[in-house]
Nanobody, 121 residues
Framework: QVQLVESGGGLVQAGGSLELSCVAS????????MGWYRQAPGKERELVAT???????NYADSVKGRFTISRDNGKKTVYLQMNSLKPEDTAVYYC???????????????WGQGTQVTVSS
């Protein structure tokens, strides 16, 4: 069974840092665009950052210069390094993969279970 498993969330003071990780587990042959999204209470889920298999990245304006997305294709893992965290970064952070080729065929728009990030002022 293919799944995305996130880790690294927690409570941090404003100005602090956290690193999130998301590993794709299962028999997977190829992984497309990997990304991080977040959803704050009462708000819609929003894009944080994405990275394609070649390493090209895309960031939300609100996190540019503070967050860095990276991936290790061999480990099927995507990371999100978050620096200079602000209280408004508080949200549940979700990992996403747009397309994977697994032993049971292609999978589209796969989500992790989410990890809570809380930034105190």
């Amino acid at each position: 069974q293919v799944q995305l498993v996130e880790s690294g969330g927690g409570l941090v003071q404003a100005g602090g840092s956290l690193e999130l990780s998301c590993v794709a587990s299962g028999i997977i042959f190829t992984i497309g665009v990997m990304g991080w999204y977040r959803q704050a209470p009462g708000k819609e889920r929003e894009l944080v950052a994405t990275i394609d298999s070649g390493g090209s990245t895309n960031y939300a304006d609100s996190v540019k210069g503070r967050f860095t997305i990276s991936r290790d294709n061999g480990k099927k893992t995507v990371y999100l390094q978050m620096n200079s965290l602000k209280p408004e970064d508080t949200a549940v952070y979700y990992c996403n993969v747009d397309r994977m080729t697994a032993n049971r065929g292609p999978l589209y728009n796969t989500w992790g279970q989410g990890t809570q990030v809380t930034v105190s002022s």
